[in-house]
Nanobody, 126 residues
């Protein structure tokens, strides 16, 4: 059974940084496309970033390009989201998602991902 557990959320001032982590278990991590999504109250789930099996290719949502960086450590079965220059509009619950066995990494459709974590809250104060 695949489990994804996010950590690293919290409260930060605008302009600050946070690093989220997502630890995966249950299947071969190196054959997973990993993604980050976020959802603010009253809004639809929004694509943030995704990363290929080996970590060499990444894909970002327009609202976070140049500020957020996705990376992974396959030896640790963990994917990261480094968030810099945070804005109040980045406030949301951030979710980790995974799709195993398909190498197509540039996918922003949440329905494409099979497994989801429970999320971690990020709050950016102005």
């Amino acid at each position: 059974q695949v489990q994804l557990v996010e950590s690293g959320g919290g409260l930060v001032q605008a302009g600050g940084s946070l690093r989220l982590s997502c630890a995966a278990s249950g299947r071969t991590f190196s054959t997973s496309v990993m993604g980050w999504f976020r959802q603010a109250p009253g809004k639809e789930r929004e694509f943030v970033a995704s990363i290929s099996w080996g970590g060499g290719s990444t894909y970002y949502g327009d609202s976070v390009k140049g500020r957020f960086t996705i990376s992974r450590d396959n030896a640790k079965n963990t994917v990261y989201l480094q968030m810099n220059s945070l804005k109040p509009e980045d406030t949301a619950v951030y979710y980790c998602a995974a799709r195993y066995g398909n190498p197509y990494y540039a996918n922003s459709d949440p329905s494409w991902y099979t497994y989801w974590g429970r999320g971690t809250q990020v709050t950016v104060s102005s």
